[in-house]
T-cell receptor, first 115, second 119 residues
Framework: AQKITQTQPGMFVQEKEAVTLDCTYD???????LFWYKQPSSGEMIFLIY??????QNATEGRYSLNFQKARKSANLVISASQLGDSAMYFC????????????FGTGTSLTVIP | GAGVSQSPSNKVTEKGKDVELRCDPI?????LYWYRQSLGQGLEFLIY????????KSGLPSDRFSAERTGGSVSTLTIQRTQQEDSAVYLC?????????????????FGPGTRLTVL
């Protein structure tokens, strides 16, 4: 069974500071992908970053980086130099090669950036 | 269009009525997905299309829910005899699922959602 766990329902960070949002996963697939999405109050899901299970280097995308620790089955999102516009819900998701095309989402972390 | 579009953006209906939600995926994207998000919750997978066929309908919560896709493009999600527990945001996503490509690398792009309220 596939499972994504996000243990932080809410996080606060000071503007311009870095913040780490936790995500752990459980899968028996050898090949899988990990994704992070941002959902602002407008409701739209915005793709942020992707990490493949065979990728040796951590993914980076601008101020976003993914701290991938395969042995620990964790895929934490790091946001550097937080901005007020980063305040949103953040969802971790996984898709495995043996689970068809279904994405499994975590319950999300609400991030609030404090000026 | 540049992104996934959904209509209507908001729908208020009375219990027992049927509703149709529409999704227009990104041009050229072969895969299309429907999700449901209840207030303060994560995403619940409903159904997935590859082209016009739906190989995975496992997430549809009841036989009141159905979906179709025509021409490999637009999809409609129909909810018959709506109930109050159907109230949620219904999100559609599409992806470019290449033949022989690894599904692990297939990124989904989401539409803005339809907020359904059943009174």
């Amino acid at each position: 069974a596939q499972k994504i766990t996000q243990t932080q329902p809410g996080m606060f960070v000071q503007e311009k500071e870095a913040v780490t949002l936790d995500c752990t996963y459980d899968t028996s697939d050898q090949s899988y992908g990990l994704f992070w999405y941002k959902q602002p109050s407008s409701g739209e899901m915005i793709f942020l970053i992707y990490q493949g299970s065979y990728d040796e280097q951590n993914a980076t995308e601008g101020r976003y980086s993914l701290n991938f620790q395969k042995a620990r089955k964790s895929a934490n999102l790091v946001i550097s130099a937080s901005q007020l516009g980063d305040s949103a819900m953040y969802f971790c998701a996984m898709r495995g090669s043996n689970t068809g095309n279904q994405f499994y989402f975590g319950t999300g972390t609400s991030l609030t950036v404090i000026p | 269009g540049a992104g996934v579009s959904q209509s209507p953006s908001n729908k208020v209906t009375e219990k027992g009525k049927d509703v149709e939600l529409r999704c227009d995926p990104i041009s050229g994207h072969t895969a299309l997905y429907w999700y449901r998000q209840s207030l303060g919750q994560g995403l619940e997978f409903l159904i997935y299309f590859q082209g016009n066929s739906a190989p995975d309908k496992s997430g549809l919560p009841s036989d009141r829910f159905s979906a179709e896709r025509t021409g490999g493009s637009v999809s409609t999600l129909t909810i018959q005899r709506t109930q109050q527990e159907d109230s949620a945001v219904y999100l559609c996503a599409s992806s470019l699922l290449l033949a022989g490509g690894s599904p692990s690398t297939d990124t989904q792009y989401f539409g803005p959602g339809t907020r359904l309220t059943v009174l």
